[in-house]
């Protein structure tokens, strides 16, 4: 063969982005090479053994089931991205996340309804209690606004044991408010000592004080990070973006996901300094490994509590504020 030959078939390997592909129930994973969307979606097809009468098939990422079709988005993901391809009239969903707290929490899969969310919700705390700790504040909000009968007859409990654990979702709801709460009024106060040491420069160096104000504001600027892409939903990023304390609306598998990021990638989807984000991120993993004390806690207790696997429905301890 010509050296032309192999030169051009390096030069179209080099283009060709590495992807792995499986059907929604299938374990079988198939390993495909690809350099657009459009030859991965024909490439899956065949692997994959798609009829062309279910065709065209959707790509989705397999960790969230985020739909892939814009080619840019493509070429961004990294080697060894795993899809799942659908075809027809297939809605993705996802039994289990490559998380580290999947063995604590079942995910919540896609669904049409919120009526099949709120029993989706219901069955995790069927399974056990303490998942209440690792939910997000929508979901816990969630489970509050469901009609004490619907939920009693979904859990097969009275409903005097429903009130108390809507009591207890409240509770808890009503916890992160306070702390989110604290920590607004610890900023403001933070941020009124800053602007007195200000004040008292300014008045101490009239001249110089200025300067070195610019100096800081330029330094802050060229620090701005460039373009990066990132794995948040747009969902979680506008939590991020807009909420106090966000880490303490987000459930744990969602604080697990921004702690993987890249600290610099972070700062510019959401349009922060990389201190800010690296700022964001310690507090989500304090949050995170908050909540998973708390529950290995409850476990602990569980095991040396008569050998019962879950807690009983009437004993749920309300927590109690930490002083």
């Not at 090479?33 to 062309?52: F, M, N, P, Q, T």
């Not at 941020?191 to 110089?208: N, R, Y």
């Not at 207790?301 to 429905?313: A, H, M, Q, Y």
Request: aromatic share 4%; net charge negative.
């Amino acid at each position: 063969k010509s050296p032309w030959g192999t030169a051009e078939r390096q030069l179209m390997a080099a283009r060709l982005k590495r992807c792995v592909v499986r059907r929604r129930d299938g374990p079988e994973q198939h390993g495909v090479a690809a350099s657009c969307l459009r030859e991965l979606r024909d490439k899956a097809c065949g692997v994959l053994a798609i009829d062309k009468a279910r065709e065209p098939i959707t790509l989705v990422l397999a960790d969230d089931g985020t739909i892939v079709d814009d080619e840019d988005y493509f070429l961004c993901l990294p080697p060894n991205t795993k899809f799942v391809a659908l075809a027809k009239d297939e809605k993705w969903s996802s039994k289990s996340l490559d998380s580290g707290t999947s063995w604590l929490s079942e995910s919540v899969d896609e669904v049409d309804s919120a009526a099949e969310k709120w029993k989706q919700l219901a069955r995790q705390l069927k399974d056990d209690l303490s998942n209440i700790i690792l939910m997000s504040e929508e979901d816990l909000q969630v489970l509050i606004d469901v009609p004490r009968s619907d939920l009693a007859e979904e859990l097969a409990q009275s409903e005097t044991k429903v009130q108390v654990l809507q009591d207890t979702l409240q509770q808890v709801l009503d916890r992160r408010e306070e702390e989110r709460q604290s920590r607004q009024l610890l900023e403001l106060y933070l941020e009124a000592l800053k602007t007195e040491d200000s004040i008292l420069s300014k008045v101490a160096e009239p001249e110089a004080a200025p300067r070195k104000e610019m100096d800081v504001v330029d330094t802050a600027t060229s620090s701005t990070d460039t373009s990066a892409t990132t794995a948040l939903s747009d969902q979680v990023l506008a939590a991020l973006k807009e909420k106090r304390a966000p880490e303490l609306c987000l459930d744990s598998q969602d604080l697990e996901l921004v702690l993987k990021e890249d600290a610099a990638a972070l700062a510019s989807a959401l349009g922060w300094d990389k201190q800010k984000a690296g700022a964001l991120q310690e507090a989500c993993d304090q949050e995170l490994s908050k909540r998973l004390k708390q529950v290995q806690t409850l476990h602990s207790l569980r095991s040396t509590s008569k050998g019962k696997k879950t807690l009983p429905w009437g004993d749920w301890p309300s927590a109690k504020r930490k002083k």
